[in-house]
């Protein structure tokens, strides 16, 4: 039976090769009643079909296309929900019935979004035809992301009240500043680009990290080629900030305050060497003034040849008070531990896999990951590179120790420096991985919830700051710092030189002065960047183009210095800070037993010089 959609249903004769902007499965489609009216069967109930929801891209037009993939049989159009098992006979009704959707976007007239009690849409033509789809299963965010960026759409207006319809003007075409850009430049080549973009706003709000975090770096890349007079600013500010809708956390207004002059720094130190910190053991191997330790490598980092010991201190694979024989223990059970997770992933057989998607997906994301990341480096360097595989090893046991989480794209950069650190000992690169991660897990969550709130601490340190530069971001639509995303996700790994970013790292483990000082540091390069950015008044391309252009360009003795000198200028005006930058940077000694000793331990390392 074929559907009654008239010039809005082709069968298969009709397709043809086409790019796809948007798949979404699990999408239903209703409105289907009199398909079947005089059929007994169906006089008190309704037949829905779920299926494959695409906006396709032809040579000359694009089409919203929908085919059933599933049939259910619900008794009430209105408490209906999708049947997730199927008939004996699924396959060839489905086939019997031939429902192939396909509207031409250029005949859209205006679209209705329901989100009452089932998320839905009703899609109008011009010829009057209505359809509508269900996301039951599935969230509709992306699709109408994606329509507002094909499509221009203005809201429907009656007695100065809006309906709730959306008229749709007309259609967005390939030329449009961004999209074209992103298109001749083919970086891309197995996605459609408008998907790119709309996929990166979407990403903030519902989608994981492995969408936001390359394609925000791809997006910036496309800016780069842009010259100031060709100013597609406006357009990718109206896209980004779609994603703050409804955001949990939202950029406020908050009161500046007046600052007393930054305080000069003392240059950097020499790093920790071997005969410092060996000579803070006592005779059994017990590192007795951990806190020294850690003040030394805060303002001089550590000697590259003595990192593979001080780092497993660092990211708690050993305790700073445990003894050389219980280190020897330790390092026996994390040897054992790591090859039961390890022997689960290795022998799990491909009938396993075929049943478990989520760890199949995960699989092929850090085969693709593990191929691309740091690959200029000797390390890593060469296709039958035996250090791929244990990086490979490493992250796939990962998965194992923290399914939850499991595998998000950005994971291999962090991996990457400690594997090199650990001469490519898998055990301990593994177990200093995970003390890195339980730093740093809730940059990678689901709902990026983690990153949503650093973004807004960033701005609220900004605007205490630097508030003539957090002025000039906010009238440049540029305010939610979204230019800042890739620093924080993976703490500037793609911003500093390989051998700095070891430094870089080592500094932030120690937790001084402060658990937040790597917001500073990022306060500190953009204020380094402040007369640029003002001076030629950049809107939100020319950021992105300036931010990107800083990576691996980056000074880090000045960035370090400047961002403890911004510490020390926010520490002497703690009394007229707002609470939340207050809290942010532990100045509320007084709350906890912890920051009270904290605080001591830093006027310690002070007091020594070391700072």
């Given amino acids: 039976m074929n559907s009654t959609y008239t010039g809005s249903v082709s069968t298969a004769s009709d397709e043809e090769f086409g790019t796809e902007y948007f798949v979404q499965q699990g999408v239903a489609i209703k409105s289907l009643s009199k398909l079947h009216k005089g059929s007994k069967r169906h006089k008190n109930a ?173 997006i910036s890349d496309v800016l780069l080629t842009r010259t100031p007079d060709t100013r597609p600013d406006q357009e990718v500010a109206e896209l980004l900030n779609r994603a703050e809708e409804d955001d949990e956390y939202t950029m406020l207004e908050h009161p500046t305050s007046i600052l007393p002059p930054r305080p000069s720094i003392k240059p950097r130190k020499m790093p920790l060497n071997q005969t410092k910190f060996y000579e803070s053991m006592d005779e059994e191997g017990r590192i007795i ?174 605007s205490t700051v630097s508030p003539e530069l957090e002025s000039h971001l906010k009238k440049m639509d540029s305010s939610n710092m979204y230019f800042c995303f890739r620093w924080l996700l993976v703490l500037f790994k793609r911003e500093f030189v390989y051998s700095d970013i070891m430094q870089l790292w080592e500094v932030l483990w120690t937790d001084m002065p402060c658990s937040n000082f790597h917001l500073l540091i990022c306060v500190a390069i953009l204020d380094n960047e402040r007369e640029t950015i003002i001076n030629e008044n950049y809107g939100l391309t020319e950021i992105l183009k300036h931010v990107n252009n800083l990576s691996e360009r980056i000074n880090l003795d000045q960035a370090l210095t400047t961002a403890y000198s911004i510490y020390e200028q926010l520490k002497e005006a703690k009394t007229s800070l707002s609470d939340s930058v207050s809290e942010l940077l532990g100045f509320r000694i007084n709350n906890t037993d912890d920051n009270n000793i904290r605080e001591e331990e830093y006027e310690k390392a002070l007091s020594m010089n070391y700072i």
């Fill in 46 to 218: 309704e037949t829905h079909y779920t299926g494959i929801l695409k906006i396709m891209k032809y040579k000359t037009d694009k089409f919203i296309e929908w085919k059933p993939t599933e049939m259910s049989i619900v008794p009430d159009v209105d408490e209906w929900n999708i049947v997730d098992t199927g008939f004996k006979n699924q396959e060839k009704n489905l086939n019997d019935h031939n429902i192939d959707i396909k509207i031409n976007l250029a005949t859209l007239k205006s679209y209705k979004l329901k989100k009452h009690k089932k998320h839905q849409i009703s899609i109008l033509q011009t010829n009057g035809s209505l359809v509508t789809f269900l996301f039951e299963s599935s969230p509709i965010n992306d699709f109408i992301t994606a329509l507002k960026t094909l499509l221009y759409t203005e809201k429907e207006i009656r007695h100065h009240r809006p309906t709730g319809v959306m008229l749709v003007l007309g259609e967005r075409q390939d030329s449009d500043p961004l999209c074209q850009s992103i298109k001749e430049l083919k970086i891309f080549p197995d996605q459609p680009p408008t998907s790119t973009v709309w996929s990166f706003i979407s990403g903030f709000q519902n989608n994981p990290v492995e969408k936001t975090y390359e394609t925000f770096a791809k």
């Fill in 289 to 462: 003034n951990s806190d020294e330790i850690k003040s030394i490598i805060f303002y001089g980092g550590v000697e590259h040849s003595l990192r593979r010991v001080v780092w497993k201190f660092l990211l708690e694979y050993y305790p700073w008070n445990s003894t050389r024989e219980q280190r020897t223990y330790i390092d026996e059970q994390k040897k054992v531990e790591y090859e039961r997770m390890k022997v689960q992933w290795m022998n799990m057989s491909s009938d396993q896999m075929s049943r478990f998607n989520m760890y199949r997906d995960r699989k092929s994301l850090i085969d693709k990951d593990v191929y691309r990341t740091d690959r200029t480096l000797d390390f890593y360097a060469g296709d039958r590179n035996d250090n791929l595989v244990k990086l490979h090893n490493v992250l796939m046991t990962y998965v194992m120790y923290n399914f939850d989480l499991g595998y998000v794209q950005g994971m291999s950069d962090l991996l990457s420096p400690i594997l090199v650190i650990m001469n490519s000992d898998e055990v301990e690169s593994f177990w200093c991985f995970v003390g890195f991660m339980n730093r740093v897990n809730t940059n990678f969550e689901l709902k990026q919830t983690g990153m949503k709130k650093q973004l807004n601490d960033l701005h609220y340190l900004l």
